[in-house]
């Protein structure tokens, strides 16, 4: 009989079992979790011993153990139905090394169940930190290009329709707002990630005096999520962080679809490089826009993948259950995967996009774009209410004639002998770029409150810059930290 630390039912697993479940989820495994769990490992016994549930001499000869693994030869590893996963596999290997009776004591106050958790929220933290990083830089992106277009003018549109003059600028300083609100989620769902469950055991906690603050140090958590049932049980730590790349996500397609639309001949506000561009295989002519089409797709993949693991989740025991593990997690792990692709691939075609300025500029001055300017000068200069000043310009639009002189002469027909404004006052109010530099209250497309806003966004992307920084180099120090006890232990 093999020595193992889990007795084996020779007709378990069953082949369809083992071939539609376990033999996946030990890819999956190997492919995510992996580092995590060995680090899991040390963690575990370096606290063992700090708690006296290991003597030196066990701690040390599981160390070796550990640090002796063929980490490449487990990554090649094939499931081969002789343990049920990963933790298993790995458990029988230290078992064949040193022995059931010093290897079984690893496993001493803990259980899959608190180690599967503790995996997740080891891999999801660094996947919400790159997140972070992408999503700043395409912020940072956009506010290099908003910077080179404060002046220029282009239509902003409502209900799909042209509506009122603005700047590429301000209309790209929505974006970067919008990026910034991403940032915050993430921040937001990393600090509920980041909480160590190690110690819940397999639901209750234990009756031996374990240190869960010392595995929280080691593993580079910010705390105990404290309630052990709740560490088991509770998936509000993955929601969140797909409620995250879900928002982020739909506001990327949204943004993506615009520029989809300015990249048509009939817009034609924006040109990639040829290098984001592929022609037709039938129609010489053909620039088709097709990285943006990709990044579309893939925003759209990513919100439906987070909101898979909602559905997924819905409606499921508040207990330890699979619904909620390994079969759940590629699946947050492939919404985290193809947020990235988006925000990659979006800045990297605008990083070397071209805009048609010129063209912006005259179709914010057509289509009577700056008529609303126009209402409010009446409303000004004439005393007028702006209910009685829209229906005067409304009545000089209704004729279709966008020249601005029949424009002004209509309107001062229709204020009489009694008006007090001036033809050049009037004309002036119909300049697209008059337009925008009026509307300089907070947040308006004005020069300075558009350049202002790009100072302040600056500063806030070199604020949460720095957290990331933070966060990642506490991971890494809480990891160098682990295995240099462990090699202190082994000295």
């Not at 084996?8 to 769990?37: C, G, M, Q, W």
């Not at 139905?81 to 010093?102: K, M, P, Q, R, S």
């Not at 561009?277 to 053909?286: A, D, G, H, L, N």
Request: glycine share 6%; charged share 20%; with cysteine.
């Amino acid at each position: 009989m093999l020595e193992t630390l889990h007795n084996i039912d020779h007709s378990f697993p069953a082949p369809a079992y083992a071939r539609t479940v376990l033999a996946v989820n030990f890819e999956d495994a190997k492919r995510y979790f992996l580092e995590s769990l060995l680090d899991i490992q040390y963690a575990h016994g370096l606290m063992l011993r700090q708690r006296g549930l290991l003597s030196a001499e066990e701690a040390a000869v599981i160390f070796r153990a550990l640090n002796s693994l063929n980490r490449d030869a487990l990554r090649s590893a094939q499931y081969s139905g002789t343990c049920e996963d990963l933790f298993f596999h790995v458990e029988d290997l230290l078992a064949g090394d040193i022995g059931v009776d010093v290897a079984g004591k690893l496993h001493t106050a803990r259980s899959r169940n608190d180690i599967d958790i503790t995996l997740y929220r080891m891999e999801i933290r660094k996947r919400l930190l790159t997140a972070v990083d992408e999503v700043l830089g395409l912020a940072r992106v956009l506010c290099r290009i908003a910077a080179d277009h404060l002046d220029t003018v282009m239509p902003a549109h409502t209900h799909t329709q042209p509506a009122q003059p603005t700047t590429l600028a301000h209309y790209l300083a929505a974006v970067i707002e919008m990026l910034l609100r991403d940032v915050a989620r993430l921040q937001s769902a990393f600090a509920t990630v980041n909480r160590n469950p190690l110690g819940a055991c397999a639901i209750t906690t234990t009756g031996f005096p374990i240190d869960r603050d010392a595995t929280t140090e080691l593993l580079g958590f910010d705390g105990i999520q404290l309630n052990s049932y709740g560490c088991i049980a509770a998936v509000d730590y993955v929601l969140e962080s797909m409620a995250a790349i879900s928002v982020a996500a739909v506001g990327a397609g949204k943004f993506i679809h615009d520029l989809l639309l300015w990249s048509m001949q009939e817009f034609g506000y924006l040109r990639l490089s040829n290098a984001f561009v592929q022609t037709s295989s039938i129609m010489p002519q053909k620039r088709n826009p097709v990285a943006l089409e990709h990044a579309r797709v893939l925003a759209s993949r990513a919100h439906a993948e987070a909101q898979s693991v909602f559905t997924t989740a819905h409606n499921t025991p508040f207990g330890d259950i699979v619904d909620s593990e390994d079969d759940l997690m590629p699946l947050v792990f492939l919404a985290f995967e193809d947020a990235s692709r988006t925000v990659q691939l979006v800045s990297a075609a605008l990083e070397t996009a071209t805009f048609d300025c010129d063209l912006m500029k005259r179709r914010a001055g057509a289509s009577f774009l700056t008529v609303t300017e126009l209402a409010d000068t009446l409303v000004r200069t004439e005393g007028l209410s702006f209910r009685q000043a829209h229906g005067i310009v409304a009545g000089a639009v209704r004729s279709g004639d966008e020249s601005h002189s029949r424009i002004v002469a209509d309107v001062i027909a229709a204020l009489g002998p009694s008006a007090k404004s001036t033809p050049e006052q009037l004309m002036g109010s119909l300049d697209p770029a008059s337009f925008v530099e009026v509307r300089s209250i907070p947040g308006g497309p004005a020069r300075a409150e558009v350049a202002q806003r790009l100072a302040a966004f600056s500063d806030a992307l070199d604020s949460a810059g720095d957290w990331r920084a933070a966060r990642s180099d506490s991971l890494s120090r809480a990891r160098e930290r682990l295995y240099q006890a462990v090699s202190f232990h082994l000295s």
